[in-house]
């Protein structure tokens, strides 16, 4: 959101009245991404979503290895017990008799997995395009950007589904499926970021000095934009999060007995009558994961975002 | 104005060609056919069948035939559901998801609108976090994990609506799938509503208002409303076409009979026609609504130029 607190603008202390103590100038305490770190921290709920992001990814890299459980091998004298800290199922286990915790903890493994590697995808694409875009100008500009908004118009919900329906529903085509539709934003604004950082005199500079091109864009102008690609990466992680789960929930994304979060909230619908945890417990989940992803996305682009300033 | 719309209209031309053509072309790259099925079919009989549909053309005819037909709005036949035109499918489904859509559009802005407005002028208050903590659950939320619990506590638990069907002209059987689609929208506008109403908010003109001792009711309501809406004109051409598309799941779920259901069918079924109809008609669905959206915003503020 543009709208926020009034914040301290740090080239203040420039304009410190002669005759003022001289801050003690720190080794790297204007740079970037320090006034960034600061920024962000400031700001509570984005840290405290980084904090739970943190206890999740911690906790389904250990709890499969460490639990007795696996998330495939049915129990069927163990059939859908309920929650309970008592009998070793913490989260109780589903209508095969596996255990619930084992595999919400897959279920998070392969949604953040979806969600980064599919993220990773997009953000190459979209920065390649746009920086290459932005930077060259005139006729390849055009083209390239009204490549972009014919994009725009191609409804990719169906197109996913049609991908993942006739190739196989394989992890690594739900990746490079979902990261090839999601770049079209990304792409965006790094084409106006590049417009602008081009006429910058560093840019200039280099030119000068005989940089030219491809050179030029990977030394000087995508560096220069990672602050808003980390910010929009941030941003994409729980839509791509939300749409690996949408996928699974009409049955086209994870096959079974792998879980992800949406085929357990898809498989947990149904169950809900008379075990409702069934679908409360993947379904809380992938909520804390993707509200903490906005929190955070928002915390950054508040402390990153060059445009916001 | 006329000139530009025709100007946008052209220039859709070669965007549903895009269309198309992705369509056509990996649906036909993909292994299997729609005939492949667990029993044999005799290969004569096989064969009528492919004449019958012009599968034993080769690719580039039945691509130019396909084209051909789309230009007379002639989405052809469908391969799975025999003697039934993909243009009837879509006939009988588009009315709901039309209704349910359009439905869903109408509370994400009343509600939405009212609780960006409230939280924009109670700003910084608690209502305020509230508010905007509600509508960040609200995005997070995704629509398949609102719609079974709506159906837990208001069909299942409750008995007041029914749990999913479909009965035409019903009331009833609208309010949870209308619901359930509008909710992450009413997130949506709420934050954007807040965001544009405090930024019209802090104004000049508003000061002047203010000055002049309007009360604060009618300085809302009377100068600060409009110009807030200029933003959501923009937002409104994606969010329809999102509304519409975005529907399957909760098609799914509660049993309705729209496109998406078929479409999620189709495509497992391998019915060509079916799933490249569809898509087409989504296609042309974003871009109406994306020009529609365009012309009111020209209209609503006379300042924007259309080019």
Not at chain 1, 6 to 35: K, Q, V
Not at chain 2, 90 to 99: E, M, R, S
Not at chain 2, 236 to 263: D, K, M
């Amino acid at each position: 959101m543009s709208i926020g607190v009034p914040r301290e603008d740090p080239s203040d202390t420039m304009a410190a009245p002669p005759g003022a103590p001289i801050a003690p100038a720190t080794a790297g305490s204007g740079s970037f991404w320090y006034l960034a770190a600061r920024r962000l921290a400031a700001q509570r709920l984005a840290v405290a979503a980084a904090i739970v992001l943190g206890i999740i990814v911690i906790a389904c890299v250990l709890i499969p290895i460490y639990s007795p459980y696996d998330y495939y091998t049915t129990h069927l004298d163990e059939i859908a017990r309920s929650p309970s800290w008592v009998g070793g199922h913490i989260l109780g286990t589903d209508p095969l008799g596996r255990d619930m915790l084992v595999r919400v903890m897959w279920g998070c493994r392969i949604s953040l997995g979806v969600g980064v590697a599919a993220s990773l995808v997009s953000i190459l694409i979209g920065v390649a395009w746009g920086a290459v875009a932005g930077y060259a100008g005139g006729l390849v500009d055009g083209l390239m950007m009204r490549a972009v908004d014919i994009l725009y118009s191609v409804p990719f919900v169906p197109f996913v589904i049609v991908l993942t329906v006739l190739f196989g529903r394989e992890l690594w085509l739900i990746f490079v499926a979902i990261g090839a539709v999601s770049w079209l934003d990304i792409a965006r604004i790094v084409r106006g970021e590049t417009l602008s950082l081009k006429q910058r005199e560093f840019v200039e500079a280099a030119r000068v000095a005989g940089v030219r091109g491809s050179a030029m864009i990977r030394r000087h102008i995508v560096p220069n934009l990672m602050g808003i690609v980390v910010v929009y990466a941030t941003l994409t992680i729980p839509t791509v999060i939300l749409f690996e789960a949408f996928l699974s929930f009409l049955g086209l994304g994870v096959q079974s007995p792998m879980a992800s979060l949406g085929s357990m909230v898809s498989d947990g619908a149904g169950e809900m009558q008379p075990h409702p945890y069934l679908l409360v417990v993947p379904a809380v989940l992938l909520s804390v994961i993707i509200i903490c992803f906005n929190y955070l996305g928002d915390g950054l682009r508040d402390a990153l975002d060059p445009r916001d300033r | 104005m006329l000139r530009y719309t025709l100007r946008r209209l052209v220039g859709a031309i070669p965007t549903l060609l895009v269309i198309a053509t992705l369509a056509f072309f990996l649906l036909h790259a993909a292994p299997g056919g729609p005939f492949d099925s667990a029993k044999r079919i005799p290969p004569d009989i096989l064969q009528n069948i492919q004449a019958r549909y012009h599968l034993d053309e080769p690719l580039g005819l039945q691509y130019l035939r396909y084209l051909g037909n789309l230009a007379r709005g002639d989405l052809g036949p469908s391969y799975v559901y025999r003697s039934t035109s993909v243009n009837q499918i879509v006939a009988q489904g588009l009315p709901v998801d039309a209704t349910v859509g359009l439905t869903a559009l109408a509370l994400a802005l009343l509600i939405g609108g009212a609780i960006g407005v409230n939280a924009a002028v109670r700003r910084s208050t608690g209502w305020d976090y509230v508010l905007m903590t509600l509508a960040v659950l609200g995005i997070s939320l995704p629509v398949f994990v609102i719609a079974p619990l709506l159906i837990l506590v208001f069909a299942i638990d409750l008995h007041w609506l029914p749990a999913g069907d479909w009965v035409v002209g019903s009331l009833s059987h609208l309010v949870l799938p209308a619901v359930a689609l509008a909710l992450p929208y009413i997130a949506y506008v709420a934050r954007m509503m807040r965001a544009s109403t405090i930024e019209v908010l802090a104004s000049p003109f508003i000061r002047t208002a203010q000055a002049k001792g309007l009360p604060p009711r009618l300085v809302l309501w009377r100068h600060a409303l409009r110009p807030t809406l200029t933003p959501m004109i923009s937002f409104l051409g994606p969010a329809i076409a999102g509304l519409i598309t975005g529907s399957i799941v909760v098609e799914t779920i509660f049993g309705l009979p729209g496109i998406g259901r078929y479409f999620v069918t189709a495509a497992l079924n391998r019915d060509y026609t079916l799933v490249m109809g569809i898509t087409v008609l989504y296609g042309v669905l974003i871009i109406a609504f994306n020009l529609l959206a365009d012309l009111c915003y020209a209209w609503i503020d006379p300042r924007v130029r259309l080019r």
